[in-house]
Nanobody, 121 residues
């Protein structure tokens, strides 16, 4: 049993910043690739950023230069620092991780429940 819990969402004015956290707990041998996704009303869920265990990152063009994804492997926690926020960033943000639950296990994807980010103009 693995749980991912996002935190840090809220209401912020355009141009402001928010930092999101994703804490993984449960049966975890190793937390591998992680990612942040978001879904706005009436839109498909979209990829925001990904990070490998070794720290290689990728970003959606819409957030590149404004958002930073990071992780602390010792804490099984991922982060998304969101700067220069725009109203179009408003969405529910979800954490995703590939979890290896034992040394003999393959990766299994896990998702958090999401945290609301609202950016006002």
């Amino acid at each position: 049993q693995v749980q991912l819990v996002e935190s840090g969402g809220g209401l912020v004015q355009a141009g402001g910043s928010l930092g999101l956290s994703c804490a993984a707990s449960g049966s975890i041998f190793r937390l591998n690739a992680m990612g942040w996704y978001r879904q706005a009303p009436g839109k498909q869920r979209e990829l925001v950023a990904t990070i490998t265990r070794s720290g290689r990152t990728n970003y959606a063009d819409s957030v590149k230069g404004r958002f930073t994804i990071s992780r602390d492997n010792a804490k099984n926690t991922g982060y998304l620092q969101m700067n220069s926020l725009k109203p179009e960033d408003t969405a529910v943000y979800y954490c995703n991780a590939d979890v290896q639950r034992a040394y003999y296990s393959d990766n299994s994807p896990s998702w958090g429940q999401g945290t609301q980010v609202t950016v006002s103009s």
